[in-house]
């Protein structure tokens, strides 16, 4: 049930968020229309109310629960567009809103069960529809709510003007009134603790997926120069607390603008992928670490590892690419990586980078398609 909520989210136009809102309003708003009926026909209940407000309550239910199902029909055929109308959403978002706002008023929004459900509304609003429509919604059924209570602590309207005082038995409520209060707080509750709940669980997983893709290299799916920086600092604070080595490799595609130039961005970008796949099949999970810097650029974290037991690794990725043959239409072709590494024997991130990247140079200097690897202690 909750996977089918997430798909939802995930998937949702506005117009089906929308049409969902009608949907699920419309059951409760035909249930207290059915609710109130015995209030205008069983005596004893007759006699604890007002007919006519109730009857204008009726007449209320019907003419919001039209509107909408006006609005839905329009919507239906326009659920998956991802255009917005924002009009009708307002419309159909203060409908609904003014109705659960006289509902609360006509029982009393202080201390009956509609007063719950109307902040119930409004937790299943901020779910369902854009936080503007929202917003637009709230201060209109808000202000109708202040403007009515101001009118009854000037005397001039009544509070809770659907019940009389025959509604209470001495101090204590009548049967009728009492499962009708009681019913309006459940329904209330419901959606004051569900909603928020599923809300918040969102808001949760939303959060673990921004956190992932801040660390995460959207065309690879590697590790990112963030996250690279935040765990080889991590690593080398750790090395030299335990002694134990530290290598890292700079890796760079050879002549990767000529691929680029000659077969297309497209390829290119498929290249750097079937790269970023040889890079992570040829390490450790998760212990060791493969990175995009950026453009053709990657690294290596090998954490546990020397200088030859790094060199190791280097010499599999490279025999594994001079394994792979890329195609484009009739035309095939090879790519090679240069890598210059470095141990990590006690020294910062920068002198460990420096080397590594200096050894990368002389890789590339000295021919390509090679790896030329020394340890941080042979930084001057």
């Known amino acids: 049930m909750y996977k089918a909520i997430e798909k939802f989210i995930d998937s949702a136009t506005p117009a089906s968020r929308c049409l969902l809102a009608i949907f699920a309003s419309t059951p409760y708003f035909v249930l207290y229309f059915l609710v109130n009926l015995p209030a205008l026909v069983v005596p004893e209940i007759r006699a604890g109310v007002r007919p006519a407000v109730v009857w204008a309550a009726q007449g209320g239910v019907v003419l919001s629960i039209v509107i909408n199902g006006g609005l839905g029909c329009w919507l239906w055929p326009h659920r998956q567009s991802t255009e917005r109308f924002p009009k009708i959403f307002t419309g159909i978002a203060i409908n609904m809103g003014l109705l659960y706002t006289f509902m609360a008023l006509l029982a009393g929004a202080f201390t009956a069960g509609p007063g719950l459900v109307w902040m119930g509304v409004l937790a299943v609003g901020l779910f369902l529809f854009e936080l503007r429509t929202m917003w637009i919604a709230y201060l209109v059924c808000a202000s109708v709510l202040v403007a009515y209570d101001l009118l009854v602590l000037s005397g001039v309207a009544r509070y809770a003007p659907a019940i009389t005082a025959r509604a209470f038995e001495g101090v204590e409520v009548t049967w009728w009134w009492a499962i009708w209060r009681d019913m309006a707080f459940y329904v209330g509750l419901v959606a004051m603790t569900v909603i928020p709940l599923l809300l918040f669980d969102r808001l949760n997983v939303l959060h673990d997926k921004l956190n992932q893709l801040s660390g995460t290299d959207v065309l690879t799916g590697l590790a990112n120069r963030r996250h690279f920086m935040e765990r080889l600092g991590a690593e080398v604070l750790r090395q030299k607390r335990t002694k134990r080595p530290l290598s890292m490799v700079m890796v760079d595609a050879d002549h990767f603008k000529r691929v680029n130039d000659t077969y297309g961005h497209a390829m290119g970008d498929s290249v750097l992928c079937d790269l970023a796949r040889v890079l992570a099949e040829g390490v450790r999970t998760p212990t060791d670490l493969a990175v995009r810097l950026g453009g053709e650029e990657f690294a290596i974290l090998l954490p546990e590892t020397s200088a030859s037991e790094a060199e190791a690794v280097c010499r599999r990725i490279h025999e594994r690419l001079s394994a792979l043959t890329f195609k484009s239409g009739e035309q095939s072709f090879q790519l090679t990586v240069s890598m210059g590494g470095a141990e990590c024997l006690g020294q910062d991130v920068e002198a460990v980078?420096?080397?590594?990247?200096?050894?990368?140079?002389?890789?590339?200097?000295?021919?390509?398609?090679?790896?030329?690897?020394?340890?941080?202690?042979?930084?001057?």
């Open 353 to 380: 980078m420096k080397l590594a990247d200096r050894n990368l140079y002389r890789a590339k200097e000295e021919g390509r398609n090679r790896t030329i690897f020394s340890v941080s202690a042979e930084v001057a």
